[in-house]
């Protein structure tokens, strides 16, 4: 078992598969409208848009409703309404292997999120997850968006001087403030992504939180955790 005391996770494209439920929305819309789309492109513009409408902060809800308005403009989209994503978010669904990684973690850590997100957002996205987390930052707390630093400074000052290693996807909005700040981080490359650098931002890279589960708390194979 590792020395960790507190495990905390990034929650929208580590814990939750962001990218399906954002696909799957904008499907619909498509589907509707009888407009072809294209799954790459709307996962390039929803980080572009994404990205650009958090430099200023402005509550999530409206970052997702600014996003799919300039969305559905560049893919030629009409519907009644710009709220479908802030709609279908609490049923985007985790990853298949998110629960049992969770429940094995939660037997000897406390656990924690640190999410992009508002607060009655993540409320709905919680009810998808076996365990409770006894730690929660979110970027409406702090009026901040990762990769900005405030996050892991908050969640610092509440966990004290206990080890800790974040756990996140996203190398940007994650692993690298973790290095900045001398916080170990395991990187989930789930989009099994290659990097130039030249001096790793992690202490581990796994493809998914069933490798990093095994990576923390290996257990016995006969005991059928991820059977």
């Given amino acids: 078992m590792s020395n960790y005391t507190w495990i905390t996770f990034d929650c929208y494209g580590t814990l939750i598969d962001w990218e399906k439920g954002i696909t799957g929305s904008f499907e619909k819309i498509a589907l509707a409208a009888g407009v072809p789309l294209d799954r790459d492109r709307v996962l390039k513009l929803y980080r572009k848009f994404e990205r650009e409408e958090e430099m200023q902060y402005k509550k999530y809800r409206d970052v997702l409703t600014r996003v799919a308005r300039r969305m559905c403009f560049d893919l030629g989209l009409q519907t009644n309404s710009i709220d479908f994503l802030l709609d279908d978010l609490p049923r985007w669904r985790p990853f298949s292997d998110t629960e049992h990684a969770l429940r094995q973690l939660s037997r000897n850590h406390k656990l924690g999120i640190l999410s992009n997100v508002d607060n009655d957002l993540l409320a709905l996205t919680r009810r998808h997850f076996p365990v409770n987390f006894e730690l929660v930052v979110t970027a409406q ?15 610092r000052r509440r966990i004290n001087d206990a080890p800790w290693i974040h756990a996140a996807q996203s190398y940007v909005h994650d692993i690298t403030p973790c290095k900045q700040l001398g916080i170990p981080s395991a990187w989930i490359n789930r989009q099994n992504e290659t990097l130039a650098d030249k001096d790793p931002k992690f202490v581990f890279q796994g493809p998914d939180l069933r490798s990093f589960a095994e990576w923390m708390d290996p257990v016995d194979p006969s005991a059928g955790m991820f059977g």
């Fill in 141 to 155: 707390d702090l009026a901040s968006y990762k990769p900005g630093p405030a996050h892991f400074h908050e969640a």
